[in-house]
T-cell receptor, first 110, second 115 residues
Framework: DAKTTQPPSMDCAEGRAANLPCNHSTISGNEYVYWYRQIHSQGPQYIIHGLKNNETNEMASLIITEDRKSSTLILPHATLRDTAVYYCIVREYNNNDMRFGAGTRLTVKP | NAGVMQNPRHLVRRRGQEARLRCSPMKGHSHVYWYRQLPEEGLKFMVYLQKENIIDESGMPKERFSAEFPKEGPSILRIQQVVRGDSAAYFC?????????????FGPGTRLTVT
């Protein structure tokens, strides 16, 4: 699986959009981009995934560049409860495991 | 529909004892994954099991660690002769089928402390 690179930490003001970047320059054509988050040592929670098109759900939006070498997770209106470690993962559809990196620790401040 | 359940949530063992961690997947899920998270680190894949079979154990330490998922009952991660370095949070996840996209659901984890 391709390796991902994320900034170790970010801050965001409550109510503003949080934009979390992820680099995956060695991604291959059959690998998807997933985002999970982990709130204060709880089990990871799925957020969103995509292959090459931008995706949106009730939690977030995922913007994938045309060359697929990077992506951005957008939380449109961050709340204090969005404070968590956010993991960007790339893997093939039928791969068994999630390769979690160090992630980005997002702190939403009032 | 109950989520993935893990017990115990906290487990304290002395060096040399055995630790047994249990994971009950979501109803209808026959695939279980175990991950370990050391303090201040990301999750690391350990093993993937389907009912009665180990499919991928490439992340399991070669000694002292074993996992099973019997036909009946929860999946068990067993650590023999625990050492301080085994202190970590152990998470299991389940899915209804192999691989898939967003279909790994995680449990709350078991925090193992070895004294």
């Amino acid at each position: 699986d391709a390796k991902t690179t994320q900034p170790p930490s970010m801050d965001c003001a409550e109510g503003r959009a949080a934009n979390l970047p992820c680099n995956h320059s060695t991604i291959s054509g059959n690998e998807y981009v997933y985002w999970y988050r982990q709130i204060h040592s709880q089990g990871p929670q799925y957020i969103i995934h995509g292959l090459k098109n931008n995706e949106t759900n009730e939690m977030a939006s995922l913007i994938i560049t045309e060359d697929r070498k990077s992506s951005t997770l957008i939380l449109p209106h961050a709340t204090l409860r969005d404070t968590a470690v956010y993991y960007c993962i790339v893997r093939e559809y039928n791969n068994n495991d999630m390769r979690f990196g160090a992630g980005t620790r997002l702190t939403v401040k009032p | 529909n109950a989520g993935v359940m893990q017990n115990p949530r906290h487990l304290v063992r002395r060096r040399g004892q055995e630790a047994r961690l249990r994971c009950s997947p979501m109803k209808g899920h026959s695939h279980v994954y175990w991950y370990r998270q050391l303090p201040e680190e990301g999750l690391k894949f350990m093993v993937y099991l389907q009912k009665e079979n180990i499919i991928d154990e490439s992340g399991m330490p070669k000694e002292r660690f074993s996992a099973e998922f019997p036909k009946e009952g929860p999946s068990i991660l067993r650590i023999q002769q625990v050492v301080r370095g085994d202190s970590a949070a152990y998470f299991c996840a389940s899915s209804p089928k192999r691989g898939g996209l967003n279909e790994q659901y995680f449990g709350p984890g078991t925090r193992l402390t070895v004294t």
